[in-house]
């Protein structure tokens, strides 16, 4: 059967791949796993709902909402949230189940449902397997008393802000920061946690209208907000994206600062208050190697993972560390949050911008970036990437000739017959010499028949 869930829930395009009729079955389907493995034992069960602004989340959320109601499930709509923020709602309220409605930082016409579990953690890959499984199967309705019941819960965005706010100790008051809530779940959130917080704010792309989400704006399209930034003389700028899960910024003179310099600054930070746990932060393989060589500079382990912020978690889950992250952006720190929070990024740097009496660019000048090429070789048979002894050979000698100042990732796509290679060198005419010979390789030895 072909897999409904990727490695961020049911996405796809609203109302062609992602109907009502697959969103109400999904729901009913999730119910019943859920009570399968007893996790509603002796209570109501108790579900929250939240969505970005998409208009598509409209219909959606009815449907998830009837789907789980028809199933004997209590609903608390949450309204327009970020994913953080539901999932935190989750585990404020003790739900039993936790659904947002978002397809991140897609564009407007897609849409998708994150299922999280009580405590506001990501499914187990188990329970979205048997949810799949279980779709369009007969099952016995409940009726009378023991259908769900649907209400409204409208203090949301105030409980989420104030939780936010909370997790800093030292306030934000003089500084100014350029927020751009890409249209999308943070718009009424993001602003509110940081003026809490003491900052002055000016929110920029904060007028969703169902169809502007993502629109040139947001952490996929940082123009707009670097413009800003120099504009209003701010101190510093935070790009969100359409579900606020992830973030990065833009530094006084309109610089990018990325997710690996942004997880440097954490780092140093959590550190310095002895709450990094294990002295250790964790990122992926795609992480830059100037992030590497500035943890080790600083006696800070790094633990690196495939490229997703799911694994990112599980690393963290398994071993007990508190703060973890991607280039992207999504940036976890798991004393506050059990999954990525763009906002709560964004105060804690601020933070770290305040106690310091430093700038963004000075925190960030902790770790210098190497040139990063990367070349997708299409048409090739990626299932052989691993075991071409040519192909070795030639990765091998140039990562010797490369030695410690730069670093080399030959990926296999994992949906596309595409393999990825990644160089980072000195320099980018070194980077990229590097990478085009390798591609030539993987060209040569995996063309496909």
């Keep these: 059967m072909t897999r409904l869930f990727g490695t961020d829930g049911v996405r796809g395009l609203a109302n062609g791949h992602l109907t009502a009729e697959l969103a109400l079955d999904l729901s009913v389907c999730a119910a019943h796993v859920l009570a399968d493995r007893g996790e509603f034992e002796g209570h109501r069960p108790l579900a929250v709902v939240g969505r970005d602004t998409r208009i598509s989340g409209q219909f959606l959320e009815s449907a998830v909402v009837a789907g789980l109601a028809s199933a004997g499930v209590d609903v608390l709509l949450l309204g327009v949230l970020p994913t953080p923020g539901v999932a935190h709602m989750t585990e404020r309220l003790g739900a039993d189940l936790g659904v947002m409605l978002s397809a991140s930082h897609n564009p407007m016409p897609d849409n998708g449902i994150k299922f999280l579990a009580r405590g506001g953690h990501k499914l187990d890959d188990a329970i979205e397997i048997a949810i799949e499984r279980r779709m369009g199967e007969p099952w016995e309705r409940p009726t009378g008393g023991d259908v769900g019941r649907v209400n409204v819960y409208d203090s949301a965005v105030e409980e989420y802000a104030a939780h936010l706010e909370s997790t800093i100790t030292h306030p934000l008051v003089g500084l100014k920061v350029v927020l751009d809530c890409a249209e999308g779940a943070a718009h009424a959130a993001g602003p509110r946690a940081l003026e809490d917080a003491g900052a002055t704010v000016i929110a920029i792309h904060a007028d969703p209208d169902g169809l502007n989400i993502n629109d040139n704006c947001g952490s996929t399209h940082l123009g707009s907000l670097q413009a800003a930034v120099v504009e209003h003389g701010a101190h510093a700028g935070f790009g969100l994206d359409g579900d606020a899960d992830r973030c990065l910024a833009v530094d006084a003179a309109g610089n990018i600062v990325d997710g690996d310099q942004l997880l440097a600054i954490l780092s140093l930070s959590l550190r310095d208050q002895g709450r990094l746990a294990k002295d250790t932060v964790v990122a992926t393989v795609m992480s830059n190697l100037g992030f590497v060589q500035a943890m080790r500079a600083h006696d800070i382990g790094v633990r690196q993972t495939k490229v ?20 992207s952006g999504h940036v976890i720190l ?44 299409s048409g090739v048979d990626k299932s052989r990437a691993d075991d071409d002894a040519v192909l070795a050979a030639a990765v091998a000698e140039e990562e010797a000739a490369l030695g410690d100042r730069g670093r080399i990732l030959l990926r296999p796509s994992g949906t596309e017959p595409i393999v990825r290679v990644m160089v980072e060198a ?9 990478a085009s010979r390798l591609a030539d390789v993987v060209k040569s030895q995996l063309l496909l028949p």
């Excluded at 799911?310 to 992250?325: D, I, P, Q, T, W």
Aim: net charge negative; proline share 4%; no cysteine.
């Design 308 to 327: 997703g912020d799911r694994y990112v978690l599980e690393a963290m889950k398994v071993s007990g560390y508190s703060l973890g992250g991607e280039q």
């Design 334 to 377: 798991s004393d506050h949050a059990t999954t990525g929070d763009g906002i709560l990024t964004t105060l804690h740097v601020m933070e770290r911008m305040a106690t310091t009496g430093k700038s963004l660019a000075e925190l960030a000048s902790v770790m210098t970036r190497l040139p990063q090429v990367l070349l997708n070789v």
């Design 426 to 434: 000195p320099t980018p005419d070194e980077a990229q010499d590097v």
